[in-house]
Nanobody, 125 residues
Framework: QVQLVESGGGLVQAGGSLRLSCAAS????????MGWFRQAPGKEREFVAG???????YVQDSVKGRFTISRDNAKNTVYLQMNNLKPEDTAVYYC???????????????????WGQGTQVTVSS
């Protein structure tokens, strides 16, 4: 059974940092595109960052320069390093995996086959 399990969320003050992890099990995801999405209360889920199987990364403009996505294929794990957090970053963060995603396909949640359960990130002002 394929599972994605996020961890690392929590409460942090504005300007602080968190690192989210997404551990995948049930299959090897080295050929998959991996993405991080978030959903704030009352808003639609939105793309945050994505990474293709060869290492190329894509980051939403609002988090560019603050968030970094990376992956460790040997550990089947993808990370989201979040620095200089702002209250507007408060949301539930989800990781997702989709086969051979690249480029613009990473941005749409419809292209992902597997999702984690989400982890809450709360940034206080």
């Amino acid at each position: 059974q394929v599972q994605l399990v996020e961890s690392g969320g929590g409460l942090v003050q504005a300007g602080g940092s968190l690192r989210l992890s997404c551990a995948a099990s049930g299959r090897t995801f080295s050929s998959y595109g991996m993405g991080w999405f978030r959903q704030a209360p009352g808003k639609e889920r939105e793309f945050v960052a994505g990474m293709i199987w060869s290492g190329g990364t894509y980051v939403q403009d609002s988090v560019k320069g603050r968030f970094t996505i990376s992956r460790d294929n040997a550990k089947n794990t993808v990370y989201l390093q979040m620095n200089n957090l702002k209250p507007e970053d408060t949301a539930v963060y989800y990781c997702a995996a989709g086969p051979r995603l690249y480029g613009a396909y990473l941005y749409s949640e419809r292209n992902y086959d597997y999702w984690g359960q989400g982890t809450q990130v709360t940034v206080s002002s």
